[in-house]
């Protein structure tokens, strides 16, 4: 074989070497069409009960549902405490006690817990006339006040609370005509008296329709802020606006222990910022 025709035969046979390697990604990416797109695969319409099943899983017709739902109505056992959640108040007001106790809200059970207090100050502040009724321990005060703001308008305050500076934490209930979560015709002694110990659990702010807790838990956090050391009781957490206007007005840095649906906020008073809670500055990772 001649030179010339042995660089031929090399030069053949890298070429059929070349064509082999530019061949098998082809084959390796078989079946797709398109790169960026993966392919369809097809699946059974069949479920089944398990991967080497055959039966079609039986299938249950669901109810037709109306679009006309009706509003929730909480049922009379879920607004009461827990045994757990009562057991947190109870322990701390037999710390506390004698002391300055306040009620948004009267029920039997806070009955029974303002016994603890009887060497102290108790008052209860409620909307509903019949409760006015209740028969009266030592110490213990029930005055009537209106709350005028409806659960459906709680987003609005809000908003209305963080653009307006009357609704600042540095000025007194007396002061705060301007903010509209301030409630108004409190008697004297609520604005007045240094408080020890807050519990929000009214009014009911169950219904959209129903008076909301917004003014309540404002006015809960500016009595805090106007004493010493307060405890700051909010019930009924699970539902969005006392959990919104808690971390709001009372602060996540102050929440110091919770049990089922009731938060224990501890507040020390006496304080010169305009902000309820401390401005966080959000951290990028």
């Given at each position: 074989m001649?030179?010339?025709?042995m ?9 059929n070497?070349d064509e082999?390697d530019?061949q098998q ?6 079946g797709?069409?398109?790169?960026t797109?993966p392919?369809t695969?097809s699946?059974?319409?069949i479920l089944?009960?398990?991967?080497a ?12 549902v ?5 509003p929730?109505?909480r049922p ?5 405490l ?8 109870q322990?701390l007001?037999?710390?506390r006690a004698?002391?300055?106790l306040?009620f948004f809200g ?8 303002a ?8 008052v ?8 006015l009724r209740t028969p009266k321990?030592k110490?213990?005060r ?6 005028h703001?409806?659960?459906?308008e709680a987003?609005e305050?809000?908003?209305?609370a ?10 007194g209930?007396?002061?705060?005509l301007?903010?509209k ?5 409190l008697p ?8 020890d110990v807050v519990?929000?659990d009214?009014?009911?702010g169950?219904?959209?329709e ?13 009595i805090?802020r106007a004493g ?5 009781l909010?019930?009924?957490i699970d539902?969005m ?5 808690s971390w709001?007005?009372?602060?996540h ?5 919770s049990k089922?649906?009731?938060w224990?906020?501890?507040i020390?008073?006496n304080s010169?910022s305009?902000?309820f809670?401390?401005e966080v500055?959000?951290q990028?990772?």
């Amino acid at each position: 074989m001649t030179r010339n025709q042995m660089q031929h035969q090399k030069v053949f046979l890298r070429n059929n070497a070349d064509e082999k390697d530019q061949q098998q990604p082809q084959q390796q990416i078989r079946g797709f069409t398109n790169f960026t797109t993966p392919p369809t695969l097809s699946f059974s319409p069949i479920l089944s009960n398990s991967c080497a099943s055959t039966n079609p899983m039986p299938v249950k017709r669901l109810a037709r549902v109306s679009h006309a739902m009706k509003p929730y109505t909480r049922p009379p056992s879920e607004d009461i405490l827990s045994l757990k959640e009562h057991q947190l108040l109870q322990n701390l007001l037999t710390q506390r006690a004698p002391c300055n106790l306040l009620f948004f809200g009267l029920k039997a059970q806070f009955l029974d817990l303002a016994m603890l207090n009887t060497e102290g100050t108790t008052v209860f502040l409620e909307d509903d006339h019949e409760k006015l009724r209740t028969p009266k321990l030592k110490g213990m005060r029930v005055y009537l006040v209106r709350y005028h703001d409806k659960a459906s308008e709680a987003y609005e305050l809000l908003k209305h609370a963080r653009t307006n500076p009357a609704c600042t934490s540095q000025e007194g209930l007396l002061h705060k005509l301007h903010c509209k979560l301030a409630l108004t015709g409190l008697p004297e002694i609520v604005c007045k008296r240094k408080w020890d110990v807050v519990v929000v659990d009214g009014p009911r702010g169950d219904q959209p329709e129903a008076p909301g807790r917004m003014g309540a838990i404002y006015t809960a956090a500016m009595i805090a802020r106007a004493g010493k050391t307060t405890d700051v009781l909010v019930h009924d957490i699970d539902r969005m606006i006392e959990k919104w206007y808690s971390w709001e007005f009372l602060c996540h840095e102050n929440l110091v222990s919770s049990k089922g649906n009731l938060w224990h906020f501890r507040i020390k008073g006496n304080s010169s910022s305009a902000r309820f809670c401390p401005e966080v500055v959000p951290q990028i990772q």
